[in-house]
């Protein structure tokens, strides 16, 4: 969708959607075509940052329409399987081209957005408690701690 994108001017990019690629043969050549370790997503992202590497440009042409009815493969997974093959291309790409530092570092965003998300959980539900507490005594309060993790 890339609402922040504007579609109306020609310009070079880092890397386009992967739904209609157009790529010269020299620059498929200089650099290889798709890494075949990526099941699905990052493989683009992949090709378009080696083509990049080695001094080509990427260009989006806004006059070039094309029809994608994408997602039709992915709308049929869980989101705990979309979840897991994109984290697992995401933590390939990133091995591949800045090493397993930069993939602890990626998994240790991963922890901390978790741990952060718990604990706004927590805070939602003792504030919660806290008003349901207001307006009944301690002796008839329901307790809602066997929520907590």
Same mark, same amino acid.
């Given at each position: 969708? @890339? %609402?922040?994108?504007?579609?109306?001017?020609?310009?070079?990019?880092?890397?386009?959607?992967?739904?209609?690629?157009?790529?010269?043969?020299?620059?498929?050549?200089?650099?290889?075509? !798709?890494?075949?370790?990526? &099941? @699905?997503?990052?493989?683009?992202?992949?090709?378009?940052?080696?083509?990049?590497? =080695?001094?080509?440009?990427? @260009?989006?042409?806004?006059? *070039?329409?094309? @029809? +994608?009815?994408?997602?039709?493969?992915?709308?049929?997974? *869980?989101?705990?399987?979309?979840?897991?093959?994109?984290?697992?291309?995401? =933590? $390939? &790409?990133?091995?591949? +081209?800045?090493?397993?530092?930069?993939?602890?570092?990626? $998994?240790? !965003?991963? &922890?901390?957005? %978790?741990?952060?998300?718990?604990?706004?959980?927590?805070?939602?539900? $003792?504030? %919660?408690?806290? %008003?349901?507490? #207001?307006?009944?005594?301690?002796? $008839?309060?329901?307790? #809602?701690? +066997?929520?907590? !993790?």
């Amino acid at each position: 969708l @890339m %609402i922040d994108f504007n579609h109306d001017k020609t310009m070079e990019v880092e890397q386009p959607m992967g739904a209609c690629l157009l790529i010269r043969r020299k620059a498929l050549d200089a650099v290889g075509a !798709f890494d075949e370790n990526y &099941f @699905m997503f990052f493989d683009e992202v992949d090709l378009c940052f080696r083509i990049k590497k =080695n001094g080509w440009k990427i @260009m989006f042409f806004p006059d *070039s329409v094309v @029809m +994608h009815y994408g997602g039709t493969a992915v709308k049929k997974w *869980s989101p705990l399987k979309l979840s897991k093959v994109w984290t697992s291309s995401r =933590n $390939y &790409f990133f091995k591949k +081209h800045f090493g397993n530092k930069a993939v602890f570092a990626l $998994y240790l !965003f991963d &922890f901390l957005k %978790i741990a952060i998300i718990i604990l706004i959980f927590m805070i939602l539900i $003792y504030l %919660i408690q806290k %008003i349901l507490l #207001l307006g009944n005594s301690q002796k $008839y309060s329901l307790k #809602l701690t +066997h929520l907590y !993790f």
